[in-house]
């Protein structure tokens, strides 16, 4: 009976940038996953979601088809196949944006400049609707690969594509102008996902918010004078309170608590200026709240 029991499917990228992030994550959320490289499917050993390997540009099409229950693209694809998918849960990885970028030489002047060229993109939909929005008129030249040679061989003026370090568009005589979107890895569900699945899926979450919430913040330890825990605590007032501890040495404690990575370097200052000694910082694994 219990190989009848529903699963949750979940869709990721079959090769690519998103392939080893969305692996990466399913696994720090405790699935027991072996590498699907050759794969079309494979199941988690000690949780009921079986892993299927697409074409990343599919995933929306099929999530809507409710072939898979959920699936891990790219902003930038969700927007372009405008299927019926719901972005969940934004994932923290594969971060870069879909930029317009000219010839280093044009003497581009604004949005304007487009008026009436012509961009080669894989990305029609996105493009069209940000040249609309800027009551703009150009040609758009859908390509689907190698984007950033359309300039160079004469088959555009400018082309829309993704834009990371910007160093590929410096090596093909590109400028990057204006910023269509930034996008980032999205878990998307289809249309009402309801039952064993959703309960599935809502267990999922709750292990992913421990998982980014762990990589977001850190353990922290230190000794201080025992008149300086006050001040100390509303600077890392941790989770709920820091955890104070006396030391051999009279007038002395040793307090531990959790600092968020952005503001990390600044509260390391704020500490030392507060009298704290030995900081001791220490990744976190999982944290749940
Ligand atoms: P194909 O589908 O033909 O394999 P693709 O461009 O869709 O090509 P990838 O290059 O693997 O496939 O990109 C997948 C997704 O990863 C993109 O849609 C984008 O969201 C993200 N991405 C692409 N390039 C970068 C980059 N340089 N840095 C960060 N994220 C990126
Ligand atoms: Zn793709």
């Given at each position: 009976m219990n190989d009848m029991k529903e699963l949750l499917r979940i869709a990721i990228q079959k090769s690519g940038r998103l392939q080893e992030g969305s692996l990466e994550l399913l696994k720090e959320s405790g699935l027991a996953i072996s590498n699907g490289r050759d794969q079309l499917k494979t199941q988690a050993r000690n949780f009921?979601?079986?892993?299927?390997?697409l074409r990343d540009d599919d995933i929306p099409q099929y999530v809507e088809d409710r072939v898979a229950d959920v699936g891990i693209v790219g902003e930038?694809?969700?927007r372009e196949k405008g299927r019926n998918n719901e972005l969940v849960k934004r994932l923290d990885f594969a971060k870069c944006r879909l930029s317009i970028a000219v010839p280093k030489g044009a003497e581009y002047t604004?949005?304007?400049?487009?008026?009436?060229?012509?961009?080669?993109?894989?990305y029609p939909n996105v493009v069209k609707q940000f040249l609309e929005q800027h009551q703009t008129d150009a040609g758009i030249h859908e390509i689907s690969g190698s984007v950033e040679i359309a300039p160079g061989i004469g088959l555009a003026d400018a082309i829309c594509d993704i834009v990371s370090t910007g160093s590929t568009l410096l090596s093909?005589?590109?400028r990057e102008v204006e910023v269509v979107m930034h996008s980032e890895a999205v878990l998307i569900t289809g249309p009402a996902l309801e039952g064993t699945k959703r309960d599935i899926l809502d267990q999922l979450l709750f292990r992913m918010d421990a998982v980014n919430s762990a990589k977001n913040n850190k353990y922290i330890l230190l000794n201080c004078p025992n008149d300086a825990i006050p001040k100390i605590t509303t600077v890392i007032p941790g989770m709920n309170s820091p955890t104070i501890?006396?030391?051999?040495?009279?007038?002395?404690?040793?307090?531990?608590?959790v600092v968020n990575e952005n503001d990390f370097w600044a509260k390391?200052?704020?500490?030392k200026a507060c009298g704290a000694e030995g900081i001791l910082v220490i990744p976190i694994e999982k944290m749940i709240a």
């Amino acid at each position: 009976m219990n190989d009848m029991k529903e699963l949750l499917r979940i869709a990721i990228q079959k090769s690519g940038r998103l392939q080893e992030g969305s692996l990466e994550l399913l696994k720090e959320s405790g699935l027991a996953i072996s590498n699907g490289r050759d794969q079309l499917k494979t199941q988690a050993r000690n949780f009921p979601v079986e892993i299927l390997f697409l074409r990343d540009d599919d995933i929306p099409q099929y999530v809507e088809d409710r072939v898979a229950d959920v699936g891990i693209v790219g902003e930038n694809v969700l927007r372009e196949k405008g299927r019926n998918n719901e972005l969940v849960k934004r994932l923290d990885f594969a971060k870069c944006r879909l930029s317009i970028a000219v010839p280093k030489g044009a003497e581009y002047t604004g949005i304007k400049w487009l008026q009436g060229k012509n961009i080669a993109t894989s990305y029609p939909n996105v493009v069209k609707q940000f040249l609309e929005q800027h009551q703009t008129d150009a040609g758009i030249h859908e390509i689907s690969g190698s984007v950033e040679i359309a300039p160079g061989i004469g088959l555009a003026d400018a082309i829309c594509d993704i834009v990371s370090t910007g160093s590929t568009l410096l090596s093909n005589g590109l400028r990057e102008v204006e910023v269509v979107m930034h996008s980032e890895a999205v878990l998307i569900t289809g249309p009402a996902l309801e039952g064993t699945k959703r309960d599935i899926l809502d267990q999922l979450l709750f292990r992913m918010d421990a998982v980014n919430s762990a990589k977001n913040n850190k353990y922290i330890l230190l000794n201080c004078p025992n008149d300086a825990i006050p001040k100390i605590t509303t600077v890392i007032p941790g989770m709920n309170s820091p955890t104070i501890m006396p030391l051999n040495k009279p007038g002395w404690s040793s307090l531990h608590s959790v600092v968020n990575e952005n503001d990390f370097w600044a509260k390391i200052d704020l500490l030392k200026a507060c009298g704290a000694e030995g900081i001791l910082v220490i990744p976190i694994e999982k944290m749940i709240a």
